[in-house]
């Protein structure tokens, strides 16, 4: 029987990019949370407490319509952090986040953020590189939106979910998906069977497995292809990064656990 791997905030890939001396003023004030699926991690225009570091879970940052509907505008994952408004000078989020895959993330205090990111050091630094990551994500996902199909969107969130897990599937209903794309269920589930017929991915009871990666990419469109490239550009520690498979050579740290809970709640 095999056992799983311990958390550490080293599987969290910006966090691992941190000198030591700022992992040694950071990490002592992290605390591992759960993040199961479709949990409310941020509401929109409420105050935010805390910034999150995903290790193994994947965020979908949501922008809801006065008539109930919503549409990803991007996600977030262990090579990042959820939160980013903390620091650019607002209190509150203008969208919702929605876990989409369940997993864990570390969550870091808001006066200890603003007190590591005054210090114009190598935080500072990442999160900005981090942002404009993510301003291009949001802008390549606006015209992902607007013109290409179904299908090509499908592929294109599926590659981008992938590249911020260490496996190859996703648990999600069509209506999930639907409401991550902005679509109906129906066009969701004619384009999830093109892709099975094409042996791209299995879908079965809510179950995705990416059976045939590089036929994906092939499938998706161009805006999966920008948004990596410039990822890469701006954050060059993914590209370096090693996956962690043994987290007992990683000096240990004793962080306080509590279950993940919505952030209006604090």
């Known amino acids: 029987m095999s056992v799983k791997p311990q958390a550490h905030p080293q599987q969290n890939h910006l966090l691992a990019a941190l000198s030591p001396e700022v992992q040694a003023r950071l990490f002592p004030h992290l605390e591992l949370v759960a993040l199961p699926l479709r949990a409310l991690m941020y509401e929109a225009g409420r105050p935010m407490e ?7 879970a994947i965020v979908s940052l949501q922008y809801l319509m006065e008539n109930g509907e919503s549409t990803a505008i991007l996600v977030v994952g262990n090579e990042g952090l959820l939160g980013i408004s903390l620091f650019m ?3 509150s989020s203008p969208n919702r986040s929605v876990v989409q895959s369940a997993g864990h993330a570390y969550r870091l205090p808001r006066p200890k953020v603003k007190e590591e990111f005054n210090r114009h050091g190598q935080l500072l630094m990442l999160m900005l590189r981090y942002t ?3 301003i ?3 802008a390549q996902t606006a015209v992902c939106n607007r013109h290409h199909s179904i299908d090509q969107q499908l592929c294109r969130w ?4 992938m590249d911020r897990l260490s496996h190859n599937h996703l648990t999600m ?3 999930f998906i639907g409401t991550m794309l902005g679509v109906r269920r129906e066009g969701v589930n004619v384009a999830a069977s093109k892709l099975q017929q094409l042996g791209a991915i299995s879908y079965s009871r809510g179950l995705i497995k990416v059976l045939d990666r590089p036929k994906l990419e092939r499938l998706s469109c161009e805006c999966y292809d920008v948004v990596k490239k410039e990822t890469d550009i701006l954050l060059p520690y993914l590209r370096q990064r090693q996956v962690i498979t043994n987290v007992a050579a990683i000096p240990k740290v004793t962080l306080p656990t509590e279950a993940g809970r919505e952030e209006s709640d604090n």
């Not at 805390?50 to 193994?56: A, I, L």
């Not at 599926?158 to 979910?161: E, G, K, N, R, Y």
């Open 132 to 134: 404009q990551s993510l």
């Open 89 to 91: 000078g607002g209190e």
């Open 158 to 161: 599926l590659l981008l979910s």
């Open 50 to 56: 805390h910034v999150y570091f995903p290790t193994d």
């Open 173 to 175: 209903t069509q209506e």
């Open 136 to 138: 291009t994500q949001v």
